[in-house]
């Protein structure tokens, strides 16, 4: 089995994270890993797998991230990932939204780690690739570090290498998803903490990391960082880490774009609205000269309708435009 290179990935993030938005972190960094939006058991096994599950060859290396508490179908659905050609299965015991704890899965699994083992096992039993949980430091009041510190023992015995850690506690009460991933305080000590207490493990940061000078110094006391939205609101700051991490050429802004425009050009010859795949490259011009111009053309209800994949090279910023 072949882990991963896990020392620089981009989160699942609902909505967000769909497979074009891959293709688009993809052409930032070539060795970052990336991770699917979570997808339910319940949205594969009674649903269109295909529109679940497709992928881009290009996106490689990619996980597939599951929302589910059932051990048999959670193995069925890490099947099917396998099938398609995914590089890992993660499972989330990490999201806090509502309509996740009434499918008792999510945030409030880790008060059950005991089933998320066993989860863990049928799943490791089901295929080859690697399985990993995304979870947080606890739920609700819980802040002692002892309770994340049981969970990850608990997992870790069912076969569980590496532990993504969202270094924040999940409220299931009371604060909305947006609130969760920002009111909890940050406590990145119990981080470090599982890394000196499970030096076997793979322990991978989450949360909070909201810019490029953040990640050096969290990879010096963990194994790997995993950057939200920052890579989604400012994505070149996956670009610039890449270059940091492992090395990889920084590529021009305008070269992203042209790489964009040729697979724009494909999706759109079959089927695909523009619009679904530029509206995950709006912060791609973040902080640079006419940045605003990019935005407000790639926003543009009309210009958007005609569905032109040109309309990617007429809103690079012109000191771009002149420097590609």
Not at 26 to 46: D, K, N
Not at 235 to 249: D, K, S
Not at 256 to 273: C, E, N, R
Request: proline residues 6%; aromatic residues 8%; glycine residues 6%.
């Amino acid at each position: 089995m072949t882990m991963l290179d896990h020392r620089l990935c981009t989160a699942p993030m609902m909505d967000w994270s769909d497979r074009h938005c891959r293709y688009f972190f993809r052409q930032l960094s070539r060795h970052a890993v990336l991770y699917t939006e979570m997808v339910t058991t319940g949205a594969l096994i009674h649903g269109d797998v295909e529109r679940h599950l497709r992928f881009d060859a290009a996106e490689h290396p990619v996980a597939l991230q599951l929302g589910g508490s059932d051990p048999a179908e959670l193995a069925q659905c890490a099947r099917l990932g396998e099938q398609y050609g995914y590089d890992e299965i993660n499972l989330n015991c990490g999201c806090p939204s509502e309509r996740v704890q009434h499918g008792a899965f999510g945030a409030c699994l880790m008060a059950e780690p005991r089933l998320v083992a066993d989860c863990v096992k049928a799943m490791r039993d089901a295929v080859s690739i690697p399985v990993t949980v995304k979870h947080r430091l606890g739920i609700d009041a819980i802040e002692a570090y002892e309770f994340v510190r049981d969970f990850v023992a608990t997992v870790a015995d069912a076969g569980c290498k590496t532990f993504f850690v969202h270094a924040r506690n999940a409220v299931l009460k009371g604060l909305s998803p947006k609130d969760n991933r920002e009111v909890p305080p940050l406590k990145y000590d119990y981080v470090y903490r599982l890394k000196r207490d499970f030096p076997g493990l793979r322990i991978v940061l989450n949360g909070g990391v909201d810019a490029l000078d953040a990640i050096e110094p969290h990879l010096s006391r963990v194994d790997g960082v995993m950057l939200g939205r920052v890579a989604y609101h400012a994505p070149y700051v996956l670009a610039q880490a890449g270059m940091r991490v492992f090395g990889e050429p920084l590529r021009p802004r305008s070269a992203i774009v042209h790489d964009m425009f040729a697979y724009a050009s494909d999706q759109v010859k079959h089927g695909t609205p523009l619009r679904a795949i530029v509206r995950h490259m709006l912060g791609l011009y973040h902080g640079q000269p006419n940045a605003r111009n990019w935005r407000h053309k790639l926003s543009d209800a009309t210009l958007l309708a005609a569905n032109r994949p040109e309309l990617l090279f007429e809103a690079i910023p012109d000191a771009e435009a002149i420097a590609a």
